[in-house]
């Protein structure tokens, strides 16, 4: 039996020995002010070093500003260095609402709408004591002022919407331990609403019984490897698993799929209410991390094209996931500064049984197990959790209900996924910016987001990475998925690489085009582009028996066909080859 010796210090982990390499990373800092420049619609600034040392970097608008209060990371060491708060809260009033949140994390700016000035703001849940019913002034005014008045009625503030992502009865058991949720009745027009969303710990168990079930249910074993009785000719699993057979229901013992489902109707929920109502949402769970900011970010998602290019992805997990401090070390088992730089860790090939991952050969869904008796009590105590895997998931399901909306494709998810969960790069070492800082992860290990760039450059727009089927133009607002439409299935590409690698590739639309975009790109090289050929008929015969096989010529290649007839002859209209038929798109709407 193979052993794996887990790095027992943060140093020793492979990104920090290859170092930088060719794939340099530039500032985290300086894209998270460049997110907010934008956010605020200040388009004419340009984040730079000498803004970050002079905390120089507090622009504002008519009703949002960037605070430096938290600059030396001294008010919260989760939180960012750089935050968007309300412009009529001073700096003091912010440090006297942080006291009444856990872990000091106040309610601050997510998103903002350009035009109506809703806003998507999140926090952690507030103390409220062992009877619930302490208050903050201080707490309210933050949160009645994200709460701005509405452009067409005068005097009328927008309505606010606090979403508890937990459980009702999870939120009053931690009442008992003086973290409960708000009451209504303090907080100005507000309607508290809970999502019923499972911790941290449900969602271990549920990706582990997941991965149980793909085991005896799919063709190979969770390594990638054919089990020995299908070497004799038996079908120990059967075999019989696809991607749309494995929805909600026959996933359900494991519950992985409903638990994906409660997170994009809760973050669906959220964006129709900040597009349909121009209301403002303030999200928080327990501690803020994880639930938060699953919901907050997909959500983002939804009310943002920008975040559905690769650029704005790249800002979106870098602004929500990374400076919001979701504990990533923590949650893939790695050594972080505090506290686990001691401790030793062995990995060997097992069933999958205590951690969600099973096999150190199945690296990009690989995690730790601690080499201890009690590996599940170690797990828990170590908040081993697939929550980032979980949100790339649902990411996943949004990207097959609106194939039109997103330029990245689902193959650039999962290299994302794999390269994240290798620890070949810096950018999601540690627990929060402020650890990153202290021990140099953007000067000393490699970029993740360089990394991924090169390899789309290197193959340009026939780039896996890419989606062929992106149309910005058909999706330039809001997703608003109607909650009929939100019946996730099992992510093939994904999750049934190994147990199903046949069902993984199978109907795969969008390798066929481009292999076939590539094909007909190699024939415009060799056959059809010759300026001496350009206009002769048996061209156009040739192009014409093409064209029906492609589903999406692009108009350059009419602009080369059509658009430039040759010196002194007339010219001439597009030809009737007809107009290739688009796969449609669900309809959008709102939620009920």
Not at 126 to 131: E, S
Not at 382 to 407: G, H, K, T
Not at 454 to 477: C, I, V
Not at 482 to 491: M, N, R, S
Request: charged fraction near 20%; glycine fraction near 6%.
């Amino acid at each position: 039996m193979a052993v794996y010796v887990k790095p027992t210090r943060l140093s020793d982990i492979y990104a920090f020995v290859v170092g930088p390499s060719n794939f340099k990373n530039t500032s985290p800092k300086l894209r998270l002010l460049n997110e907010y420049f934008r956010l605020i619609g200040r388009h004419d600034q340009q984040a730079s070093n000498n803004m970050i040392e002079n905390n120089s970097f507090t622009f504002s608008n008519e009703l949002w500003r960037i605070s430096c209060v938290n600059s030396k990371y001294t008010m919260s060491q989760t939180y960012p260095f750089a935050l968007v708060v309300p412009k009529c809260i001073s700096d003091e009033e912010i440090l006297q609402a942080s006291s009444f949140r856990a872990r000091c994390r106040l309610p601050v700016v997510s998103w903002c709408h350009p035009r109506t000035g809703a806003v998507l703001a999140r926090s952690s849940r507030p103390l409220v004591g062992l009877m619930m019913n302490m208050r903050s002034n201080t707490d309210e005014r933050l949160v009645a002022a994200l709460c701005s008045q509405l452009g067409g009625a005068k005097g009328a503030r927008r309505k606010l919407y606090i979403a508890d992502a937990r459980p009702r009865k999870n939120a009053l058991a931690n009442g008992a331990m003086g973290g409960g949720s708000e009451s209504s009745s303090n907080y100005f027009q507000s309607e508290i609403v809970f999502f019923g969303i499972d911790n941290i710990h449900a969602m271990r168990e549920s990706f582990t019984r997941l991965r149980e079930y793909l085991d005896t249910h799919g063709a190979a074993s969770s390594d990638g490897r054919s089990s020995f009785l299908r070497h004799g000719g038996w079908t120990w699993g059967g075999g019989n698993l696809s991607s749309m057979s494995a929805s909600v229901s026959t996933l359900g013992d494991s519950g992985w799929l409903i638990h994906v489902q409660s997170v994009l109707a809760g973050s669906a929920w959220i964006a129709a209410r900040v597009a349909l109502e121009s209301a403002s949402v303030l999200v928080h769970c327990s501690d803020w991390w994880d639930r938060t900011t699953q919901l907050v970010s997909l959500a983002n998602l939804l009310l943002d094209p920008y975040y559905r290019t690769f650029i704005g992805f790249q800002a979106l997990v870098e602004k929500d996931w990374l400076a919001f401090g979701h504990p990533f070390s923590d949650r893939i088992g790695m050594p972080t500064i505090s506290g686990s730089e001691g401790m030793s860790f062995e990995l060997t090939r097992q069933s999958s049984t205590g951690s969600f991952t099973t096999s150190p050969s199945r690296q990009p869904l690989g995690s730790y197990t601690p080499q201890t008796p009690a590996s599940s009590h170690n797990q828990t105590s170590n908040n081993y959790s697939p929550i980032f895997v979980q949100w790339v998931d649902c990411v996943s399901q949004l990207l097959r209900m609106y194939p039109f909306a997103f330029e990245f494709s689902s193959v650039f998810l999962v290299d994302f996924l794999d390269n994240f969960l290798s620890c070949r790069f810096g950018n999601f070492l540690c627990n929060s910016e402020q650890e990153r800082q202290i021990y140099r992860t953007s000067e000393r290990c490699g970029c993740i987001w360089s990394y991924l760039t090169d390899l789309r450059a290197s193959g340009g727009k026939a780039n896996a990475h890419y989606n062929l089927f992106y149309d910005p133009s058909k999706h330039n607002g809001p997703l608003l998925p109607p909650a009929a439409a939100l019946a996730p299935t099992l992510w093939p590409q994904f999750h049934l690489r190994w147990a199903c690698p046949f069902e993984a590739q199978a109907g795969e639309l969008e390798a066929q085009c481009r292999n076939m975009a590539l094909k007909f790109s190699e024939l415009q090289k060799t056959e059809f582009i010759p300026d001496k050929c350009r206009d002769s008929p048996p061209r156009a015969i040739r192009i014409k028996k093409i064209q029906p096989y492609l589903p999406f010529p692009s108009r350059a290649w009419y602009r080369t066909a059509t658009d430039s007839p040759a010196a002194g002859s007339p010219p001439r209209g597009p030809p009737s080859y007809g107009t290739p038929r688009s796969p449609g798109t669900p309809s959008g709407g709102s939620l009920p």
